[in-house]
């Protein structure tokens, strides 16, 4: 089953468990990019009020299905999964329901938070929001809704322009919600179709800062907090934290929360988020364990791909860097590229295998991206369809001339298949 908007099926299923949904308290987050940082700063800060019971939901998974699911950041136990994943296969089929992977994915969240009673939910929206199966949440339950910055992605199912595509977005505030926070860094456009959607459903609305000065975040709760060095790589980030510091600093005003300042503080420093802008210490063999700097992210379209070369020149200047590639087919490819790659840059093309629980995802046949970057971006690409050879094979062209800066992006399922290779090697 692949992507297919809408929540009739949603409903239908949750209805024969009882409507876990609708006893829930969620922050729900939408956005084109920044809303798993997002989740990761509202779970992260709000684990400081012990004891709390706080799930995060979030798609897609990087390493294992379960990572999707997670209590105090700990992934759903894979026997509970398989407990409530296979009552929600029998009663969809015997419904005849036809509900996708993600809509049966979310319902799994939902009733696995009401089981174990999570104090709060963070809920990251899956693709848009308005018709997202996540949107079941009644607006009642929703305390507080963030828009993260809103770019191009999935034209074909959520709209050409961004007013069209952030209207999507916007549908998670709904009839009940009392305050959404929006990054104020989005396109004007952006804004207006917030701010229209919030005067229709009569919810409050803040438009964070957009400034880059500095990395002051401004709360009427905790005053100014100004973290000594944000939890995420990115200059960006600062806009994800205020996104997520407004929802809880109305969280706070309400008496909904009680958190100190010492607690935001807390929370960020241990923010964990890893497959963007991650720095890591790849181990690419099993048996010396030896192992050379990676830079990890999951930079998928035009926007994030924008916000990562950003951070490369910043970083790397106008050094040659080693990409690995891989790229989920459909992609927009130069909107992706465009802004990464330069003629001095060396590029490997690879794949990533089949996605567990998405089989309708799959990546662009490794010669066919590297016959498009040969043409239009660099000459210096190679192929290297076996991605467990990708990164020795890097360390062994670079044994005497030193090893450019790796960088590995263009799917965040290619960073969560390197991440496996990675963790087994270190374990075997």
Not at 194 to 216: F, G, M, R
Request: charge should be neutral.
């Amino acid at each position: 089953m692949s992507i297919n908007l809408g929540l009739r099926r949603v409903v239908a299923l949750l209805g024969y468990l009882g409507n876990p949904q609708e006893r829930l308290k969620v922050l729900h987050v939408a956005g084109t990019n920044g809303k798993g940082s997002v989740c990761s700063y509202l779970t992260s800060i709000l684990q400081q009020h012990k004891p709390s019971l706080i799930g995060k939901f979030t798609s897609p998974h990087l390493i294992h299905v379960t990572d999707s699911i997670t209590i105090n950041g700990t992934p759903i136990p894979w026997n509970c999964y398989e407990d409530i994943r296979n009552h929600l296969d029998t009663l969809n089929n015997s419904h005849s329901l036809q509900c996708t992977e993600f809509e049966l994915l979310t319902c799994t969240a939902l009733k696995y938070f009401h089981d174990v009673k999570c104090d709060w939910c963070v809920i990251e929206v899956g693709l848009g929001g308005r018709l997202d199966a996540t949107n079941v949440i009644p607006g009642r339950c929703k305390l507080a809704c963030g828009i993260t910055k809103v770019g191009l992605d999935h034209e074909s199912i959520l709209g050409n322009n961004l007013a069209q595509i952030a209207k999507e977005k916007a549908g998670i505030i709904t009839k009940g919600v009392p305050f959404a926070a929006v990054d104020g860094s989005n396109d004007i456009s952006v804004i207006k179709e917030v701010k229209e959607q919030c005067n229709d459903k009569l919810c409050e609305l803040d438009i964070t800062e957009a400034t880059y000065a500095d990395s002051s975040v401004k709360t009427k709760s905790w005053e100014v907090i100004t973290p000594k060095k944000l939890p995420l790589n990115g200059f960006y980030q600062i806009n994800n934290l205020r996104v997520a510091c407004s929802m809880l600093d109305n969280l706070q005003q309400k008496g909904h929360i009680c958190l100190s300042a010492n607690d935001i503080h807390g929370g960020l420093q241990n923010v964990n988020w890893p497959g963007r802008l991650h720095e890591l210490d790849y181990c690419f063999d099993s048996e010396k364990k030896s192992t050379v700097s990676v830079l990890l992210d999951g930079a998928h379209n035009g926007a994030a791909a924008v916000e990562l070369a950003r951070y490369l020149r910043d970083k790397y200047g106008d050094k040659p860097l080693t990409f690995v590639l891989a790229v989920t087919s459909g992609k927009n490819l130069d909107s992706l590229l465009s802004p990464l790659l330069r003629s001095e840059d060396k590029v490997i093309t690879t794949e990533f295998g089949k996605v567990d629980g998405m089989p309708w995802i799959h990546a662009t046949p490794y010669t066919e991206l590297a016959t498009y970057i040969k043409r239009k971006y660099t000459k210096n690409v190679e192929t290297q369809p076996l991605l467990t050879k990708v990164i020795p094979s890097i360390v062994d062209a670079c044994h005497n001339d030193g090893i450019c800066p790796i960088v590995v992006c263009g799917s965040l399922y290619l960073c969560g298949e390197l991440l496996r290779i990675h963790s087994d090697n270190l374990n075997s």
